[in-house]
């Protein structure tokens, strides 16, 4: 079973700044990897599939990359909507895989 | 606009039944492979089952494996999910998801997602 890794786990930043999460996979995944969103209380959100692609109506200042086992999503310039839980999940074939245990951003 | 709404949840006794339900509309539901996904408090997703557009391909997590049984009706958009057995690890929030396109075409994401049923197994 592949293993998906994220760090940290909880990140504290001011809206405004610029922050980068961590997803590593135990094993090679391609670029078959996907970023959710998840704000308390809902459901999670796609936001990149592929490692890099935003999925549809996701803003610009979210942008995912990396390959094989190391993965990264970006966003830009925080906003207040976007402190939420943020979890990597891979999806090399059937069935989905696993989900990493997730970053949660807080406000500082 | 695609919507996902869940229904069936609410208490049970270990080793009850369940039937989770899920009608889809705004999309051409049988074209898409779907799939349960489950969330217990304070932890993170885990896919529970998946079926493939046409109903004849279907998948368990090994948790569930022989007490869940995934079904599909593609002339109602409905999806179902029947639990059997179960037991208090098997409480949490339960999500019907969609998958991006039809299982032939390999892994994929859950692209939309409903807003999820409560199952409390006490």
């Known amino acids: 079973e592949i293993v998906l890794t994220q760090s940290p786990a909880t990140l504290s930043v001011s809206p405004g700044e610029k922050v980068t999460l961590s997803c590593r996979a135990s094993q090679s995944v391609g670029s078959n990897l996907a970023w959710y969103q998840q704000i308390p209380g809902q459901a999670p959100r796609l936001l990149i599939s592929g490692a890099s692609t935003r999925a549809t109506g996701i803003p610009a200042r979210f942008s995912g990359s990396g390959s094989a086992t190391e993965f990264t999503l970006t966003i830009s310039s925080l906003q207040s909507e976007d402190f939420a839980v943020y979890y990597c999940?891979?999806?090399?074939?059937?069935?989905?895989?696993?989900f990493g245990q997730g970053t949660k951003l807080e406000i500082k | 606009e695609v919507r996902l709404v869940e229904s069936g949840g609410g208490l049970v006794q270990p080793g009850g039944s369940l039937r989770l339900s899920c009608a889809a509309s705004g999309l051409t539901f049988s074209s898409y492979a779907m799939s349960w996904v489950r969330q217990a408090p304070g932890k993170g997703p885990e896919w529970v089952s998946g079926i493939g557009d046409s109903g004849d391909a279907t998948y368990y997590a090994e948790s569930v494996k022989g007490r869940f049984t995934i079904s599909r009706d593609n002339s109602k958009n409905t999806l179902d999910l029947q639990m059997n057995s179960v037991k208090a690890e098997d409480t949490a929030i339960y999500y019907c998801a969609k998958h991006p396109h039809s299982i032939r075409y390999g892994g994929s994401p859950f692209d939309f997602w409903g807003q999820g049923t409560l199952v409390t197994v006490s």
């Open positions: 999940q891979h999806f090399v074939n059937w069935p989905p895989g696993t």
